[in-house]
Nanobody
Framework: QVQLVESGGGLVQPGGSLRLSCAAS????????MAWYRQVPGKERELVAH???????NYPDSVQGRFTISRDNAKNTVYLQMNSLKPEDTAVYYC?????????WGQGTQVTVSS
């Protein structure tokens, strides 16, 4: 069983920054990749950042240049640094771990960007 626990969400003004953390109950080397997704009510969950076990990263255009995903294998933790936040970044952010057997999800953390 894998547990992923997100933290770091909250309320921030437009243009501000937040760093999300995802602590895994197992070593990150057990996973093929880690990712962050977000979801707003009534919409599908969307990928916002992806990092492979080799450290290759991928972002959609909507967050490219503003969000950065990183991993600390020694701490079993993945981070999402979010800068220049916009109101449209408001969502519940979920941590995801990929294996060849399936995906694991955290419980989510709310990020609200508002003045």
């Amino acid at each position: 069983q894998v547990q992923l626990v997100e933290s770091g969400g909250g309320l921030v003004q437009p243009g501000g920054s937040l760093r999300l953390s995802c602590a895994a109950s197992r070593s990150l080397v057990d996973f093929d990749a880690m990712a962050w997704y977000r979801q707003v009510p009534g919409k599908e969950r969307e990928l916002v950042a992806h990092i492979t076990d080799y450290g290759y990263t991928n972002y959609p255009d909507s967050v490219q240049g503003r969000f950065t995903i990183s991993r600390d294998n020694a701490k079993n933790t993945v981070y999402l640094q979010m800068n220049s936040l916009k109101p449209e970044d408001t969502a519940v952010y979920y941590c995801n771990a990929e294996t060849r057997f399936g995906h694991y999800w955290g419980q989510g953390t709310q990020v609200t960007v508002s003045s």
